[in-house]
């Protein structure tokens, strides 16, 4: 019978997984895919198996989740569909122990729910069924998402430091990390990435600031290798702004070189001695929150044993010079000294580097980054 209030239904399909002997029993059985339904008044899910199968079901807590415990089923080559609603918010599978197949459904809140079996008829296979209820009252509003703009360095006709055994180029190196850091905060809750550039295209440093403003980032990381005339000089560095200028003369040298393209042409140039006093005070609050930032990121990376430190510091770098949001620049390492040089050539390098500046930022957001009422409960 057709239900007037539904809306659609989303039908993934997963391979069928045919039962072994080393798990058959007369009473085992095949978990075949998971389907979700959606209708005005509930979601549905539906694990289709290959016999009705007996089944015990728990409510859990902090954070709130239902789970599906189905005995000597098996469920190998079965992928939970994507979720596109804020009452379910993923479905997961666990393999415990006796060859119990474990379906959880992750929720947004405490859950009205029902479950009830259906045998294989006409055609259809026997199904395992819970209904999650919709409250009466209009969803919650979904939190702010945080957002980070991730500044891969040079670009374009602008190659950055390059080194010529291996051949290397600062501006594919910065944008494979910047690739991997993306991917994996993309993939945690409640947090979105952005790439000032996608691609080997060149973009004016003010314009890279300004992409972050767009977006409403709420920080703002500009990643960069480093180069040097001294073979020796190795590790890596995190600056945050100053708005008097580099505190000492290798920082002030490259200060010069990454704010050379900006140096005739870019407005953001000598603007903030003209800022406000109030706007002032928040640029002051700004460049705090960034000092924090630094030293989070490159404890990651001196964590992870990814790069020896040479510390946090303090330059007037043009694409540091945001009012509102807390920036930084990550030399990841040297790409003139021959150690440096080797890891920066394996991928496996840049992705772990990725992974470690990754975590330094959600620990940024943990620890130091405002939050709303709405998102985490609790204000900084």
């Not at 807590?61 to 939970?80: C, E, F």
């Not at 979105?192 to 440093?205: H, I, M, Y």
């Amino acid at each position: 019978m057709s239900d007037p209030t539904r809306r659609c239904v989303v039908r993934l399909g997963v391979a069928c997984v045919l039962l072994c002997g080393a798990i058959g029993s007369a009473a085992g059985g095949t978990l075949r895919g998971i389907r979700i339904g959606y209708w005005d008044d509930r979601v549905r899910v539906v694990c289709d198996l290959s016999a009705k199968t007996d089944y015990r079901h728990r409510v859990l807590r902090d954070p709130h989740r239902i789970a599906l415990d189905l005995p000597q089923t098996a469920s190998q080559g079965v992928t939970p569909p994507a979720v596109e609603d804020w009452l379910l918010e993923r479905i997961r599978l666990n393999h415990l122990g006796e060859g119990t197949t474990q379906v959880v459904l992750d929720l947004s809140a405490a859950p009205s729910y029902r479950i009830f079996d259906l045998p294989a008829e006409q055609g259809r296979p026997a199904r395992l069924v819970c209904d999650l209820l919709r409250p009466a009252q209009a969803p919650p509003a979904l939190p702010e998402p945080w957002v980070v703009a991730l500044d891969p360095g040079h670009g374009g006709g602008d190659p950055g430091a390059v080194s010529r055994r291996p051949r290397l180029y600062e501006k594919e190196i910065v944008l494979t990390v910047a690739r991997h850091i993306t991917a994996e905060l993309n993939a945690a809750p409640g947090v979105r990435a952005f790439l000032t550039r996608e691609a080997d295209v060149r973009v004016d440093l003010g314009q890279r600031v300004r992409r972050a403003e767009e977006v409403s980032a709420d920080v703002f990381v500009s990643i960069h290798v480093n180069g040097c005339g001294h073979r020796s000089a190795q590790g890596a560095e995190v600056f945050f702004l100053s708005l008097g200028g580099a505190t000492d003369a290798s920082a002030r040298e490259l200060e010069a070189l990454e704010n050379q393209p900006a140096a005739h042409s870019d407005p953001l140039i000598g603007e903030i001695a003209d800022l406000p006093f109030a706007v002032d005070l928040i640029q002051t609050d700004t460049i705090q929150r960034s000092s924090l930032l630094a030293e989070v990121m490159l404890d990651a990376l001196v964590e992870d044993r990814l790069a020896a430190s040479r510390g946090v510091r303090q330059a007037n770098f043009v694409v540091l010079r945001s009012v509102r949001v807390p920036s930084v620049l990550v030399e990841l390492g040297f790409i003139s000294n021959p150690e440096d040089a080797r890891h920066l050539a394996s991928s496996e390098h840049l992705a772990a580097l990725g992974q470690s500046l990754a975590r330094g930022l959600l620990d940024f957001k943990r620890d130091y980054a405002r939050q709303s009422a709405v998102g985490d409960g609790a204000s900084r």
